[in-house]
C-alpha cells in the first residue's frame, strides 16, 4: 500500500512538473524570438492552460497565407523541450542506485518520454494544438503525422528498455 501511495504521489508530481516544463519553453523560446507573452494561464478552471502572446489571433487568422517562422519554433519549443528534458531524466535515472529517488526518476521519465509525443500525436491528427500552425506551414504533410508517431514509437521503447534493467 505505501508503495502504491508514493507512486501516485510522483505521477501527480510528474505530471505537473511535466506540464510546468512545457509551458515554460512555450515561454523562454517565444520571448527569446522576440514574441510579446500577454498571458500564461496554468491549471485554470475554465481554461485550461493558455499561454497567449502578442497577435496570436493575427497569426492563426493569416495562416492560410503566411506563418512566421518564429512562431512555429515557439510552437515546437514545448513539445522538443520536454522530450530533450526525457532523455536528460533518463541518463540520471540511470546513474542513480535503487531507491525512492531512482523511482521517481522512472516515473519522471515516464512522464516526459509519452506525454508530449502522445500530445504530437493527437495534434497531428486534429490539426489542433502545438502543431496547428506547424500543419498548416508543411501544408499538412504526412511527415508530420511520421514523425509525431515515430517519436511516440521510440520514447514507449526507450522507456520499456530502461524499465526491464
Not at 10 to 15: A, D, M, P, R, T
Amino acid at each position: 500500500m505505501k508503495i502504491t501511495v508514493i507512486i501516485l504521489i510522483f505521477i501527480v508530481v510528474s505530471g505537473v512538473l511535466q506540464h510546468i516544463a512545457h509551458e515554460t519553453f512555450h515561454i523562454v523560446v517565444g520571448k527569446l524570438l522576440g514574441l510579446t507573452l500577454i498571458s500564461a494561464k496554468l491549471f485554470t478552471y475554465h481554461g485550461g492552460t493558455k499561454v497567449t502572446f502578442k497577435d496570436e489571433e493575427e497569426v492563426i487568422n493569416n495562416s492560410d497565407e503566411c506563418i512566421p517562422k518564429k512562431w512555429i519554433i515557439m510552437n515546437l519549443a514545448g513539445i522538443i523541450g520536454t522530450t530533450s528534458i526525457a532523455y536528460i531524466i533518463l541518463l540520471i535515472y540511470s546513474l542513480l542506485p535503487i531507491g525512492y529517488i531512482k523511482l521517481f526518476f522512472w516515473v519522471l521519465s515516464a512522464m516526459f518520454l509519452v506525454t508530449d509525443s502522445g500530445y504530437s500525436v493527437i495534434c497531428s491528427f486534429s490539426k489542433s494544438g502545438d502543431l496547428y500552425l506547424v500543419s498548416k506551414y508543411f501544408k499538412n504533410s504526412i511527415y508530420i503525422k511520421i514523425i509525431s508517431i515515430s517519436m511516440l514509437i521510440l520514447n514507449i521503447m526507450i522507456f520499456i528498455s530502461i524499465s526491464r534493467n
